[in-house]
């Protein structure tokens, strides 16, 4: 099995999100994406991707329970 075609995005739009999330974390962190970027400034974006991520996803999880 292709472990390409077995990982597609669920949510509509939500690659161009991360996309956009992504270079927008770049610029505020003063990072050039790119393979001249060392592995550490292109991984310390991707870290922050996820963790916005899941603060996100902590946040409407907590409020999903305080409108019950």
Known sequence: MNNKNSMKMRVPGAKQAIEKMKYEIANEFGVNLGP???SRANGS???E???RLVQNGMNQV???YQNK
């Open 36 to 38: 001249d970027a060392s």
């Open 45 to 47: 974006v991707g870290g």
């Open 49 to 51: 991707i996820t963790r």
């Open 62 to 64: 907590s409020g999903s």
